[in-house]
């Protein structure tokens, strides 16, 4: 349930707070702020940017916190120090200070928010001469891709306890108040946050996945080497935070896994196709079509079809002529078997091959005959 600072909580606050930071109130919940993730700090993208924490933001839109990724960036005049906002109970809620650009650290809550902000000062840098110095025990300088010769190193002790309470008063929030040097701060001159860091805070609380409800407090983009940049080199995620990854490198890891498994890739397509079913069992061989009166008496008889009787050895016809066995390959459905061969029936034999003893007795006697009877 969210709160909208009204006319009387608005009062409540100036009477509280100091007049030089109450432009800098931006929005109340009466839902504590959760813990500030775990990250590491991206390196410096070039000379003359400073660090700027991340923070937890809030939305009325869509009634969440939504995590706002530290990043670098450009100091908008010389001599100017970032002093990071931060959330803190007053008047039964829970109200973000906005942070300001100034020629010192303020007060920030005590909130220790890593990387030279221990909860009091900055111990990240200081400016001298018109450069800013950086410590080197502290800040992620990569003499590889930036070079930087304005630093120096200094050992930080911190003497508080560490937490990640991300604010102040309330139960369970961090007891800090204003030093007399914060409340010398805090009368200054300020700088509203630049162009480049509101950027970085649009970006994020349009990123659904930075959202406190997506990520519980791991976001995937804890930090950015530069503002509005939360994919590609410099992007740094929070500890345990799955890594955010871009659609170029996503599009690139998937035409790499294609080309190391293209038989794993055809598999997959079989594998997603539904398995053929089992053939079903083919059915006895059907006998030869019937003729229309082989059918209706198949019909008329018992609903099982008879069993197909084994063919019996046909017995073999005798020697029939020719005019016997035309019908017989009209009538049979498939071609009548070969017959054996069959003997040829011995001719007649010609008269001139008559029995000898015929030969012998006639001519003999009708020469005698006629030639006794003249």
Same mark, same amino acid.
């Given at each position: 349930m969210k709160i909208r600072i009204g006319y009387l909580l608005s009062f409540l606050l100036l009477a509280a707070m100091p007049l030089a930071s109450m432009s800098q109130i931006s929005v109340s919940v009466n839902i504590a702020p959760p813990e500030l993730p775990v990250y590491e700090q991206p390196p410096i993208p070039e000379d003359g940017y400073m660090w700027t924490p991340g923070y937890w933001g809030y939305s009325d839109d869509f009634g969440d916190y939504y995590w706002v990724p530290g990043t670098w960036v450009p100091v908008p005049q010389p001599g100017l120090l970032w002093t990071p906002g931060y959330w803190g109970f007053s008047a039964g809620a829970f109200v973000f200070n906005t942070?300001?650009? $100034?020629?010192?650290?303020?007060?920030? $809550?005590?909130?220790?928010?890593g990387f030279g902000y221990g909860g009091?000062? !900055?111990?990240g840098g200081?400016?001298?001469?018109?450069?800013?110095? !950086?410590?080197?025990? *502290?800040?992620?300088?990569?003499?590889?891709?930036?070079? *930087?010769?304005?630093? !120096?190193? #200094?050992?930080?002790?911190?003497?508080?306890?560490?937490?990640?309470?991300? !604010?102040?008063?309330?139960?369970?929030?961090?007891?800090?108040?204003?030093?007399?040097?914060?409340?010398?701060?805090a009368h200054e001159t300020h700088v509203a946050p630049t162009s480049a860091q509101r950027e970085q805070e649009t970006t994020a609380r349009s990123d659904p996945a930075l959202r406190l409800s997506a990520n519980h407090g =791991?976001?995937?983009? +804890?930090?950015?080497? %530069?503002? $509005?940049?939360? #994919?590609?080199?410099?992007?740094?995620?929070? #500890?345990?935070?799955?890594? +955010?990854?871009?659609?170029?490198?996503?599009?690139?890891? %998937?035409?790499?896994?294609?080309?190391?498994?293209?038989a794993a890739k055809s598999e997959a397509k079989?594998?997603? #196709?539904? +398995?053929?079913?089992?053939? @079903?069992? %083919?059915?006895?061989? =059907?006998? @030869?079509? +019937?003729?229309?009166?082989?059918?209706?008496?198949?019909h008329e008889a018992a609903p099982k079809p008879a069993a197909k009787p084994a063919p019996k050895p046909a017995a073999k016809p005798a020697p029939a002529t020719h005019e016997e066995s035309e019908p017989m390959h009209e009538a049979a459905p498939k071609p009548a078997p070969k017959p054996a061969p069959k003997p040829?029936? %011995?001719? @007649?034999?010609?008269?001139?091959?008559?029995?000898?003893?015929?030969?012998?007795?006639?001519?003999? @006697?009708?020469?005698?005959?006629?030639?006794?009877g003249r």
């Amino acid at each position: 349930m969210k709160i909208r600072i009204g006319y009387l909580l608005s009062f409540l606050l100036l009477a509280a707070m100091p007049l030089a930071s109450m432009s800098q109130i931006s929005v109340s919940v009466n839902i504590a702020p959760p813990e500030l993730p775990v990250y590491e700090q991206p390196p410096i993208p070039e000379d003359g940017y400073m660090w700027t924490p991340g923070y937890w933001g809030y939305s009325d839109d869509f009634g969440d916190y939504y995590w706002v990724p530290g990043t670098w960036v450009p100091v908008p005049q010389p001599g100017l120090l970032w002093t990071p906002g931060y959330w803190g109970f007053s008047a039964g809620a829970f109200v973000f200070n906005t942070g300001y650009w $100034g020629p010192h650290i303020g007060f920030y $809550g005590g909130v220790d928010y890593g990387f030279g902000y221990g909860g009091n000062g !900055y111990e990240g840098g200081y400016w001298q001469n018109g450069h800013l110095f !950086y410590n080197r025990s *502290i800040t992620n300088i990569n003499n590889s891709s930036v070079h *930087i010769t304005n630093v !120096y190193n #200094k050992t930080v002790i911190n003497n508080t306890t560490v937490n990640h309470v991300s !604010y102040n008063g309330g139960t369970g929030g961090i007891e800090a108040r204003p030093t007399a040097a914060d409340q010398v701060a805090a009368h200054e001159t300020h700088v509203a946050p630049t162009s480049a860091q509101r950027e970085q805070e649009t970006t994020a609380r349009s990123d659904p996945a930075l959202r406190l409800s997506a990520n519980h407090g =791991k976001p995937a983009v +804890a930090a950015t080497s %530069k503002p $509005g940049v939360f #994919k590609g080199a410099g992007v740094v995620g929070a #500890k345990n935070a799955p890594r +955010a990854v871009s659609p170029a490198e996503a599009a690139k890891s %998937k035409e790499n896994a294609s080309a190391a498994h293209p038989a794993a890739k055809s598999e997959a397509k079989t594998a997603a #196709k539904p +398995a053929p079913k089992p053939a @079903a069992p %083919k059915p006895a061989a =059907k006998p @030869a079509p +019937a003729t229309h009166e082989e059918s209706e008496s198949m019909h008329e008889a018992a609903p099982k079809p008879a069993a197909k009787p084994a063919p019996k050895p046909a017995a073999k016809p005798a020697p029939a002529t020719h005019e016997e066995s035309e019908p017989m390959h009209e009538a049979a459905p498939k071609p009548a078997p070969k017959p054996a061969p069959k003997p040829a029936p %011995k001719p @007649a034999p010609p008269p001139h091959e008559a029995p000898p003893q015929s030969h012998e007795e006639h001519p003999p @006697a009708e020469h005698e005959t006629g030639h006794g009877g003249r």
